[in-house]
């Protein structure tokens, strides 16, 4: 039986069949995004023969953590087959930021990433990408129809080698008649798929574009994320520089600060110089480390020193760290237990 999350009105049109009026299917969306009802018997505008026999595909949290600056971590379970996937809430008296997956594990293998480590089991469906922002504003009572809450995939896996479900899943997540988000408040983060970017800039419906940049040379990029031998340094930024951007949209890029690898003063001048005629932003975000990542954290003085540089020409920013103790930032989820978590400094 498939699960109905994940559907979209055609979608489910076709599987209540024929014989049901096809306004059916639109009260079958509003209640599965816009109510996001957890079972459909909460739904009385329907029938009681059609409350039944429908599998939601709702995720369920297999484990939960939670950090001293108050981020959580989900590992979700998917009832297809029972894997585990990683969603972060990081919450904000501002704003709340939902970081979610695209993938079980990652095929991409940048050096400094503990998701990396577990290579690649599968591609999340457009409902599992959907349940886990439907999971979580659930838990928390979150609503981005009256409330700030952005969405990153910058979770488990590479979006774009998955770029049909997720543009399925970010049509949902967007529609103002389903889950309710703006598309500028969802980002999308890629290694650099160079033909999939181009394929995400002719949707309709789509999130904003991050590249994980993290090098300022192709010798560097390659050491370090290995897939700069497929697609190139200078064809990425070619193709951000084609990029088609809204009015007022920016291309952010995503920087890991590796201390004594690319945090010279060299590399901030050649990242302003590789950037300069694209309209961009750059975060910088200091290595979260983990166990078997093979680089140390940079320095504050670097850190602070980059960022100096870069800010005289671009606009960048510091990202701060939410979740390191439970390895939820940035480059660690790795579906780690409680029993594995060191200590970090």
């Known amino acids: 039986m498939a699960s109905l999350l994940g559907m979209d009105e055609n979608d489910l049109r076709e599987t209540l069949g024929t014989k049901v009026p096809a306004y059916r299917a639109?009260?079958?969306?509003?209640?599965?995004?816009r109510q996001r009802v957890s079972n459909l018997e909460e739904v009385a505008a329907l029938p009681l023969e059609l409350?039944?026999?429908?599998?939601?595909?709702?995720?369920?949290?297999?484990?939960?953590?939670?950090?001293?600056?108050?981020?959580?971590?989900y590992l979700l379970r998917l009832p297809e087959d029972g894997r585990t996937v990683e969603t972060v809430l990081m919450p904000d008296p501002n704003r709340s930021t939902l970081c979610i997956?695209?993938?079980?594990?990652?095929?991409?293998?940048?050096?400094?990433?503990?998701?990396?480590?577990?290579g690649?089991?599968?591609?999340?469906?457009?409902?599992e990408i959907v349940g886990q922002v439907l999971y979580v504003c659930n838990k928390h009572g979150l609503d981005p129809r009256s409330?700030?809450?952005?969405?990153?995939?910058?979770?488990?896996?590479?979006?774009?080698?998955?770029?049909?479900?997720?543009?399925?899943?970010?049509?949902?997540?967007?529609?103002?008649?389903?889950?309710?988000?703006?598309?500028?408040?969802?980002?999308?983060?890629?290694?650099?798929?160079?033909?999939?970017?181009?394929?995400l800039g002719q949707a309709k419906v789509r999130p904003k574009l991050a590249i994980s940049l993290n090098a300022s040379t192709e010798e560097q990029r390659v050491a370090i994320m290995p897939i700069t031998r497929k697609y190139h340094l200078a064809d990425l930024i070619k193709v951000c520089k084609e990029f088609p951007l809204k009015p007022r949209e920016h291309i952010t890029f995503e920087y890991v600060l590796l201390g004594g690898v690319n945090d010279t003063d060299a590399d901030a001048r050649r990242v302003t110089r590789l950037l300069g005629n694209i309209r961009a932003k750059v975060?910088?975000?200091?290595?979260?480390?983990?166990?078997?990542?093979p680089f140390e954290m940079p320095t504050e003085e670097r850190v602070a020193s980059f960022h100096a540089i870069v800010m005289e020409k671009i606009p960048c920013f510091v990202r701060k760290p939410r979740?390191?103790?439970?390895?939820?930032a940035c480059g660690q989820l790795k579906k780690m237990a409680a029993e594995e978590f060191v200590h970090i400094h």
Do not use: W
Request: aromatic share 6%; hydrophobic share 35%.
């Open 26 to 33: 639109k009260q079958f969306y509003d209640a599965l995004y």
């Open 51 to 73: 409350r039944s026999g429908h599998q939601l595909g709702s995720l369920e949290a297999a484990e939960t953590y939670t950090s001293s600056d108050g981020t959580t971590r």
């Open 101 to 118: 997956s695209s993938q079980v594990g990652c095929p991409v293998d940048c050096q400094f990433c503990l998701t990396a480590k577990m």
């Open 120 to 127: 690649l089991e599968r591609n999340l469906t457009a409902g």
């Open 147 to 199: 409330q700030h809450v952005n969405i990153v995939m910058m979770g488990m896996g590479e979006p774009l080698l998955n770029l049909k479900n997720v543009l399925k899943a970010t049509k949902i997540i967007c529609d103002d008649r389903g889950v309710g988000f703006s598309p500028k408040r969802m980002t999308v983060s890629t290694a650099g798929i160079i033909p999939k970017i181009e394929e």
């Open 283 to 293: 975060n910088l975000i200091a290595l979260n480390p983990g166990p078997g990542i």
């Open 323 to 328: 979740g390191r103790d439970i390895y939820a």
